[in-house]
């Protein structure tokens, strides 16, 4: 059984900082690039980082370009989203998730969301 479980969100004033962890099973997590998308109220979801299967390449939404990093153990099947300088821009719902392309088939997997708020 596929799961993808986050931890790591809660309540943070500005300019604080959490790491998110999302821990893998039921997969061949090395085979697998590994994102972090966030949806905030009322809006729609969004890719915030994204890292290779090996974690050689990393890309960021401009937004948290320069104050989050993406990062993974594939000895211990988790991804983590380090948060640093947070704003209250970055109050919303993350969501770990899975991806790959495996013989032409397109697999997708998604956690359940850890709620990350920012607020004085």
């Known amino acids: 059984q596929v799961q993808l479980v986050e931890s790591g969100g809660g309540l943070v004033q500005p300019g604080g900082s959490l790491r998110l962890s999302c821990a893998a099973s039921?997969?061949?997590?090395?085979?697998?690039?590994m994102s972090w998308y966030r949806q905030a109220p009322g809006k729609e979801r969004e890719l915030v980082a994204v890292?290779?299967?090996?974690?050689?390449?990393?890309n960021y939404a401009d937004s948290v370009k320069g104050r989050f990093t993406i990062s993974r153990d594939n000895a211990k099947n988790t991804v983590y989203l380090q948060m640093n300088s947070l704003k209250p821009e970055d109050t919303a719902v993350y969501y770990c998730?899975?991806?790959?392309?495996?013989?032409?088939?397109?697999?997708?997997?998604w956690g359940q969301g850890t709620q990350v708020t920012v607020s004085s």
């Open positions: 890292i290779s299967k090996t974690g050689g390449s990393t």
């Open positions: 998730n899975g991806h790959a392309r495996i013989l032409l088939r397109e697999y997708d997997y």
């Open positions: 039921g997969f061949t997590f090395s085979s697998y690039a």
